[in-house]
């Protein structure tokens, strides 16, 4: 019911759309549909079940520093509750509610924030991850490295996941499930390696490795 002279809050994405609720349940199928038509899956199950081997890659080198971890875009918190689990420090940032919630009853601490807000330990971070896509938020790599880079300490590293193929591609998408309903449309990046790195660059950043496994593309990064 619209109550007169009161206006609505506006629909946000990734909160008032079927990610919300995926994230509630745990299933999708979900995809990113762009406005022409093609749809980009999310792969709602693996972010909700414990960590594979690839996402291993990402741990193994957090533990390896030993410095606190910080995971743009967590999601279920599937990452952050390992590290919590092998007992390095570790929180993640999210704008879904539901996915925070999901975070935290994994074991992981997460609070519902956007990257762009104030954050607990700017310039302190020893280690942020950009998984699973997350490269794209905001659709602007660019802005996205820089803010990534005052969070972390001056010797920190970010470990990025990077589109399989060479794309440098800026899109206005929507969620969508199943069903064909869908959410507020937002911008997207999406963004292969060589893209990646000179984003990266320009935000100071260097590139220390890279590697593949089952099939995702990874990039280790450091100021």
């Not at 693996?46 to 960590?51: E, F, G």
């Not at 092998?86 to 935290?104: E, H, I, Q, S």
């Not at 206005?172 to 937002?186: I, K, L, N, W």
Request: aromatic fraction near 6%.
């Amino acid at each position: 019911m619209t109550v007169p002279g009161v206006i609505a809050p506006r629909p946000r994405p990734w909160s008032d759309d079927p990610f919300a609720e995926a994230m509630r349940t745990g299933n999708g199928p979900l995809w990113l549909r762009r406005d022409d038509g093609h749809r980009h899956p999310l792969e709602v199950e693996r972010w909700c079940a414990p960590p594979d081997p690839a996402d291993w890659t990402l741990l193994f080198r957090c533990l390896r520093r030993g410095r606190p971890a910080l995971d743009i875009g967590c999601g279920p918190g599937r990452l952050i509750a390992a590290l919590q689990s092998c007992g390095l420090p570790a929180l993640g940032v999210d704008l879904t509610r539901t996915a925070v919630l999901r975070a935290r009853g994994a074991g992981g601490s997460a609070l519902c924030r956007s990257v762009f807000d104030r954050l607990p330990g700017e310039g302190r971070w020893g280690t942020a991850l950009l998984a699973d896509g997350n490269l794209g938020i905001g659709g602007d790599p660019a802005a996205l490295l820089r803010r990534t880079a005052d969070l972390l300490a001056p010797e920190g590293q970010l470990l990025v996941e990077v589109e399989p193929d060479d794309l440098d591609e800026r899109v206005t998408v929507t969620v969508e499930d199943a069903a064909g309903r869908s959410g507020p449309a937002f911008r997207w990046a999406r963004l292969g390696a060589p893209a990646t790195v000179r984003c990266a660059e320009e935000a100071g950043f260097a590139l220390t490795d890279a590697w593949t496994c089952q099939g995702r593309h990874f990039l280790a990064l450091g100021r």
